[in-house]
Antibody, heavy 126, light 107 residues
Framework: EVQLLESGGGLVQPGGSLRLSCEAS????????MSWVRQAPGKGLEWVSS???????????YYADSVKGRFTISRDNSKNTLYLQMNSLRAEDTAIYYC????????????????WGQGTLVTVSS | EIVLTQSPGTLSLSPGERATLSCRAS???????LAWYQQKPGQAPRLLIY???SRATGIPDRFSGSGSGTDFTLTISRLEPEDFAVYYC????????FGGGTKVEIK
């Protein structure tokens, strides 16, 4: 059974940093692309970032324009863990952050999201 | 960026009725790279449909997807009590974007 468990959320001041983790189990982590998708309180879904599988483009990364230059996605296949380093946080980054097992399409950097974790809440406020 | 517009915003129906949800793209979605997700309150989204019309693993056949180009539809043939939720479409042909969602509520 695929399981994705996010952690690392919390309250942070504007301009601060936070690192989210997503521990995966129930599948061969290194063989799959992974992504982060967020949802602001009471709002819809927004793709944040994706990273390809180890066996694919060896860790190619993709970012939404809204987080490019501030967020960094990475993975540690030895620990079956996905990360999201978030710097220069803004109030508009407040959201539940989900990690998702991602299935690639025939276009580079294109994915849909097959399995989702339960999310971790990030609140950016002074 | 491809903008997805979902309609209606809210659909009020009774159990047993048919639900038809629309997702319209601002430009053609190549390869029919369109997915649908269901989200219930306090839960993570769940994949229903990918490739515009392929059901994900374990999804009941009362859920079906159709469409191509810029117009896509999710149909729930007969609503079950557990189907009342918010539904999102997502395109993955050009970057990744989601629609704003359609809430299916009990009438």
């Amino acid at each position: 059974e695929v399981q994705l468990l996010e952690s690392g959320g919390g309250l942070v001041q504007p301009g601060g940093s936070l690192r989210l983790s997503c521990e995966a189990s129930g599948f061969t982590f290194s063989s799959y692309a992974m992504s982060w998708v967020r949802q602001a309180p009471g709002k819809g879904l927004e793709w944040v970032s994706s990273i390809s599988s180890f066996s694919g483009s060896d860790g190619s990364t993709y970012y939404a324009d809204s987080v490019k230059g501030r967020f960094t996605i990475s993975r540690d296949n030895s620990k079956n863990t996905l990360y999201l380093q978030m710097n220069s946080l803004r109030a508009e980054d407040t959201a539940i952050y989900y990690c998702a097992l991602s299935v690639p399409a025939a276009i580079v950097g294109s994915y849909y999201f097959d399995y989702w974790g339960q999310g971790t809440l990030v609140t950016v406020s002074s | 960026e491809i903008v997805l517009t979902q309609s209606p915003g809210t659909l009020s129906l009774s159990p047993g009725e048919r639900a038809t949800l629309s997702c319209r793209a601002s430009q053609s979605v190549s390869g029919n790279y369109l997915a649908w997700y269901q989200q219930k309150p306090g839960q993570a989204p769940r994949l229903l449909i990918y490739g515009a019309s392929s059901r994900a693993t374990g999804i009941p056949d009362r859920f079906s997807g159709s469409g191509s180009g810029t117009d896509f539809t999710l149909t729930i043939s007969r609503l079950e009590p557990e189907d009342f939720a918010v539904y999102y479409c997502q395109q993955y042909a050009s970057s990744l974007t989601f629609g704003g969602g359609t809430k299916v509520e009990i009438k």
